[in-house]
Nanobody, 126 residues
């Protein structure tokens, strides 16, 4: 059983930056595909970025390309999401997720992820 804990959210002005971190415990971190999702009020949870088990491949939603960077540190059991040029529409609760060990590919579907953190709020003011 993997436990995930996010941190790093907060309030930032438009154009600013934040770095989210997700600390994993209870499993072999390098065995899991990891993803970041977000959910704004009244909207469905949506894929933001994902990273392969080795950390060698990354995937981004169109809304995140060029502004967000996902990275992993298997030695520290963490996955991070660097966010630059933030916009008010980036305001949401951001969740870290891990996909079961049988799977090797990043999925954009939240239902394909088995473990979730509690989320961290990101608010971007205009």
């Amino acid at each position: 059983q993997v436990q995930l804990v996010e941190s790093g959210g907060g309030l930032v002005q438009a154009g600013g930056s934040l770095r989210l971190s997700c600390a994993a415990s209870g499993g072999t971190f390098g065995s899991y595909v990891m993803g970041w999702f977000r959910q704004a009020p009244g909207k469905e949870r949506e894929f933001v970025a994902g990273i392969s088990r080795s950390g060698g491949s990354t995937y981004y939603a169109d809304s995140a390309k060029g502004r967000f960077t996902i990275s992993s540190d298997n030695g520290k059991n963490t996955v991070n999401l660097g966010m630059n040029s933030l916009k008010p529409e980036d305001t949401a609760v951001y969740y870290c997720a891990a996909r079961g060990r049988l799977f090797r590919s990043v999925s954009v579907q939240s239902s394909d992820y088995d473990y979730w953190g509690q989320g961290t709020q990101v608010t971007v003011s205009s």
